[in-house]
């Protein structure tokens, strides 16, 4: 392996705290091209599929690669906007609102970076960013608030792997879940709040979640439990009878068991039921993106009217709302406490004690 040195490096230069934002990813285009390039690094992780890699690369590479990129690519023209990818935009935005608010708490000391999982701007390219501006501390935090080895664990993974080709490492934290936060529980309650003080309270409400494969639970992924306890929060923060809300799972892909009730099933049933209106909202989403805006803002919107229902509402994402990144910021500010850039916030004598 070759490493990489410090380019420009000082002595008696500044080296502030570096903040690495990371979430999912999305091609740069949408077009069958991009979507195919982008599919392949990330059905390629075998923390999001896992098994015998060569026979997954056979199904991969002969079946999925040559029939879903074109499928892809219409859906995500249909949510694509004149600045590009909504999730790319929406987090461009959240990474200037907390470089914002950090440098007022952190005396400047703070440089925020953002990476994407798959696809760009890369992981890789965001470290490179933050060694280019001398850092010697690293908090990595990725946008996933429920834990799950296919986010989370895989994002572990990128980041140690960009960061063993560098000769001089930063010390490192890494902020693995935060589905329970009092603030990020808070935010999506004035969220939801907000959305029923313009568009009144439906008879249902359905928290849906990104799924993951059943066999992933069972051999230990913690996800099932964290999206369960962020609903019920949630729902005890609206003071929501038990009987008016739901928890599914969406986009799910393939024969393989994943996680139920499937949002899809579960809208086409109450529908059928009587059900009259229904709200969804996604909490496992940072961003708004591809799986919200068009999988359950329109795909699944038409499921549920097509089966007798009579309103149904999409909740937007948190995205860089004020709640949320005043939360997040919360969050980071919380997590480098100890460390000597997070002295401004501690007053003159504690800080000194840490320098």
């Known amino acids: 392996m070759k490493f990489q040195n410090v380019i420009g490096f000082s002595h008696d230069s500044a080296h502030p705290l570096g903040v690495l934002l990371i979430n999912l990813g999305t091609p740069d285009a949408p077009t069958t091209t991009a979507v195919r390039r982008y599919l392949t690094e990330f059905l390629a992780d075998p923390r ?4 015998p890699r060569f026979i997954w690369w056979l199904i991969l590479h002969g079946f999925i690669l040559r029939v879903r990129p074109a499928r892809s690519a219409k859906a995500y023209q249909s949510v694509w906007t004149e600045q590009g990818s909504p999730l790319l935009t929406i987090s461009q935005r959240q990474a200037a609102a907390l470089q914002q608010r950090l440098d007022a708490r952190l005396a400047g000391s703070v440089q925020v970076e953002l990476g994407m999982r798959y696809g760009n701007p890369s992981i890789v390219s965001a470290l490179n960013r933050l060694r280019d501006a001398s850092i010697r501390r690293l908090l990595v935090l990725p946008l996933y608030p429920q834990y799950s080895g296919t986010t989370t664990g895989s994002t572990f993974d990128a980041v140690t792997r960009a960061l063993a080709g560098w000769r001089w490492l930063p010390e490192m934290r890494f902020i693995t879940q935060y589905h329970d936060e009092p603030a990020y529980i808070a935010a999506l309650v004035e969220s939801v709040q907000a959305y029923w003080n ?3 309270e439906p008879q249902r409400l359905l928290f849906s979640f990104h799924g993951i494969p059943k ?3 069972l ?3 913690p ?17 929501l009878a038990r009987e008016r809300w739901q928890l599914s799972f969406q986009s799910r892909v393939g024969n393989k068991e994943w996680l139920k009730p499937y949002t899809d099933e579960v809208l086409k049933e109450w529908g059928a039921a009587g059900v009259e209106s229904v709200h969804v909202v996604c909490p496992g989403f940072a961003a708004d993106c591809l799986e919200t805006i068009e999988e359950i ?3 699944n919107r038409q499921y549920f009217l097509g ?3 009579k309103t149904y509402g999409y909740i937007p994402c948190l995205n860089d709302g004020e709640a949320h990144m005043d939360m997040l910021a919360d969050l980071i500010q919380r997590h480098t406490l100890g460390w000597p850039e997070s002295a401004p916030l501690l007053g003159p004598a504690v800080a000194e004690d840490i320098a």
């Open 307 to 309: 089966a007798g229902g």
């Open 223 to 239: 996800y099932h439990c964290q999206c369960h306890k962020t609903a019920r929060l949630v729902s005890e923060g609206l003071g």
């Open 48 to 51: 999001v599929i896992e098994g």
């Open 215 to 217: 066999d992933y639970f």
């Open 297 to 299: 803002g329109e795909e």
């Open 198 to 200: 313009q568009h009144g």
């Open 219 to 221: 051999n230990g992924d």
